[in-house]
T-cell receptor, first 116, second 113 residues
Framework: NAGVMQNPRHLVRRRGQEARLRCSPMKGHSHVYWYRQLPEEGLKFMVY????????ESGMPKERFSAEFPKEGPSILRIQQVVRGDSAAYFC??????????????FGSGTQLSVL | SQQGEEDPQALSIQEGENATMNCSYK?????LQWYRQNSGRGLVHLILIRSNEREKHSGRLRVTLDTSKKSSSLLITASRAADTASYFC?????????????WGAGTKLIIKP
């Protein structure tokens, strides 16, 4: 049973380009969370999705950022017209149920986005 | 801010010593979880303690929870070089009709051989 898979591991973009980050949750997991982490800092929540639905996107900027978790395929975090401030590590985590049911999160290894 | 706070921010100890990290939070919680992050990697779940529990053990890890003080501590006994990592606490609490998982800024632990 493979863990949470994120790709690419590293992504370099020039200002104004688009970045697409992919996350395949663990098998059987229908809850996906995206986080952003700056060096030496904690995780900052961005968005929480279940299959085909965005449940909570309160941590995601309204402009340029979008996320989806289609019925088939990985969850995608999309950043349009990237700026230098978007440079960070983006982590995806999955769980089989809501964390309120005392479930833990399983994390991918992250995508390091560098904007030149 | 609802974010948990951890202290110390950084901790450097000799191999074999015990390491204690603390986490404080601001609201009533459903559960509190501790995770470890090795440099450049994703987080790995260590232990979960429910709001009605006071102490939990897992191998060399011991977690306590004091809901009256809104704080938790993670103790790693007989530390090893492989324990070098950042440790994060995450609290789960309800807000409006949603539940939130809030992360602390982490404690960076360095074990010196």
């Amino acid at each position: 049973n493979a863990g949470v898979m994120q790709n690419p591991r590293h992504l370099v973009r020039r200002r104004g380009q688009e970045a697409r980050l992919r996350c395949s949750p663990m098998k059987g997991h229908s809850h996906v969370y995206w986080y952003r982490q700056l060096p030496e800092e904690g995780l900052k929540f961005m968005v929480y999705l279940q299959k085909e639905n965005i449940i909570d996107e309160s941590g995601m900027p309204k402009e340029r950022f979008s996320a989806e978790f289609p019925k088939e395929g990985p969850s995608i975090l999309r950043i349009q017209q990237v700026v230098r401030g978007d440079s960070a590590a983006y982590f995806c985590a999955s769980s089989p149920f809501l964390v309120t049911t005392n479930e833990k999160l399983f994390f991918g290894s992250g995508t390091q986005l560098s904007v030149l | 801010s609802q974010q948990g706070e951890e202290d110390p921010q950084a901790l450097s100890i000799q191999e074999g010593e015990n390491a204690t990290m603390n986490c404080s939070y601001k609201t009533s919680i459903n559960n509190l979880q501790w995770y470890r992050q090795n440099s450049g990697r994703g987080l790995v779940h260590l232990i979960l303690i429910r709001s009605n529990e006071r102490e939990k053990h897992s191998g060399r890890l011991r977690v306590t929870l004091d809901t009256s003080k809104k704080s938790s501590s993670l103790l790693i006994t007989a530390s090893r070089a492989a324990d070098t990592a950042s440790y994060f606490c995450a609290t789960v609490f309800s807000m409006d009709s949603n539940y939130q998982l809030i992360w602390g800024a982490g404690t960076k632990l360095i074990i010196k051989p």
